[in-house]
């Protein structure tokens, strides 16, 4: 107990640091810039932003949401992400205690709120969020499975990721403007990471994402947000859909499946 509430607050404080680098990857990957150089600078006034500036959620507060050189606002989606990010990685500390995975989980949310804050502005699940993900979750769960002595998980994470991208891949073929490729791409990640936690998380995950879906759909609609017509992406459902999958999955599952989980 004591245990995990040390790596709880060491992931926290990991997480608003990554949430920070987030941001510039939600800005940038986009418009097909280097998340690398230059360094970050006041979209505004241009001033390139001081060590002292680039606290994560500790400046934006003590310059209370403005630029120190031309005062003009930075959006308050930065500390948010920084905090939603923060937050993930303890939810991820909590539910995994102190285990070889958890790396992998951070990383795997971290990538999921990226993709999802990039789907909401510019309708896109971009392949250079998604293979940098892939490229590093496979080496961080391999080196799981070598230091638990357990190998299942990553034939389960194998087979789950393979399974969710055909399903997904199916969706697409037969509703190509309902359902993006990289959306695909996106469920092969999820099938990736829930299959590692069991099989019947994947299929958990993806039910998951179109049940939120569809209520925040028909919730849009009804509060006239937005019509029927409209487009909304689907990244940010499978990403909400894999994330409750993770955290509280085994509970639902237990609920619905009873003594046989
Ligand atoms: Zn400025």
Same mark, same amino acid.
């Given at each position: 107990?004591?245990?995990?509430?040390?790596?709880?607050?060491?992931?926290?404080?990991?997480?608003?640091?990554?949430?920070?680098?987030?941001?510039?990857?939600?800005?940038?990957?986009?418009?097909?810039?280097?998340?690398?150089?230059?360094?970050?600078? @006041?979209?505004?006034?241009?001033?390139?932003?001081?060590?002292?500036?680039?606290?994560? /959620?500790?400046?934006?507060?003590?310059?209370?949401?403005?630029?120190?050189?031309?005062?003009?606002?930075?959006?308050?989606?930065?500390?948010?992400?920084?905090?939603?990010?923060?937050?993930?990685?303890?939810?991820?500390?909590?539910?995994?205690?102190?285990?070889?995975?958890?790396?992998?989980?951070?990383?795997?949310?971290?990538?999921?709120?990226?993709?999802?804050?990039?789907?909401?502005?510019?309708?896109?699940?971009?392949?250079?969020?998604?293979?940098?993900?892939?490229?590093?979750?496979?080496?961080?769960?391999?080196?799981?499975?070598?230091?638990?002595?357990?190998?299942?998980? /990553?034939?389960?994470? $194998?087979?789950?990721?393979?399974?969710?991208?055909?399903?997904?891949?199916?969706?697409?073929?037969?509703?190509?403007?309902?359902?993006?490729? $990289?959306?695909?791409?996106?469920?092969?990640?999820?099938?990736?990471?829930?299959?590692?936690?069991?099989?019947?998380?994947?299929?958990?995950?993806?039910?998951?994402?179109?049940?939120?879906?569809?209520?925040?759909?028909?919730?849009?609609?009804?509060?006239?947000?937005?019509?029927?017509?409209?487009?909304?992406?689907?990244?940010?459902?499978?990403? @909400?859909?894999?994330?409750?999958?993770?955290?509280?999955?085994?509970?639902?599952?237990?609920?619905?499946? $009873?003594?046989?989980?």
């Amino acid at each position: 107990m004591a245990v995990t509430a040390v790596v709880a607050v060491i992931s926290g404080i990991v997480g608003l640091c990554v949430g920070s680098f987030l941001n510039v990857v939600i800005h940038r990957v986009p418009l097909r810039q280097s998340v690398v150089r230059p360094r970050s600078h @006041c979209p505004q006034c241009d001033t390139q932003i001081d060590d002292r500036d680039n606290i994560p /959620l500790v400046s934006w507060i003590l310059l209370r949401g403005r630029c120190r050189s031309c005062h003009a606002r930075i959006p308050v989606r930065y500390p948010l992400v920084e905090l939603a990010s923060a937050a993930l990685f303890v939810a991820a500390a909590v539910r995994l205690g102190a285990s070889w995975d958890l790396p992998a989980f951070c990383v795997f949310f971290a990538s999921l709120l990226t993709v999802s804050v990039i789907d909401l502005d510019h309708f896109i699940i971009p392949n250079r969020v998604i293979y940098p993900t892939l490229v590093v979750l496979g080496p961080l769960l391999v080196l799981a499975a070598a230091l638990d002595g357990r190998w299942r998980p /990553l034939i389960d994470a $194998g087979l789950g990721g393979a399974a969710a991208f055909v399903a997904l891949f199916l969706v697409h073929f037969i509703s190509p403007r309902g359902m993006g490729f $990289g959306d695909v791409r996106l469920a092969g990640v999820i099938g990736v990471m829930l299959g590692w936690l069991g099989l019947r998380y994947v299929p958990l995950g993806l039910f998951l994402a179109f049940l939120i879906a569809s209520v925040v759909g028909v919730g849009l609609i009804i509060t006239r947000i937005r019509s029927r017509k409209d487009a909304v992406p689907f990244g940010p459902f499978m990403a @909400c859909g894999a994330v409750v999958a993770v955290l509280w999955g085994h509970a639902i599952l237990h609920l619905y499946l $009873g003594s046989r989980v």
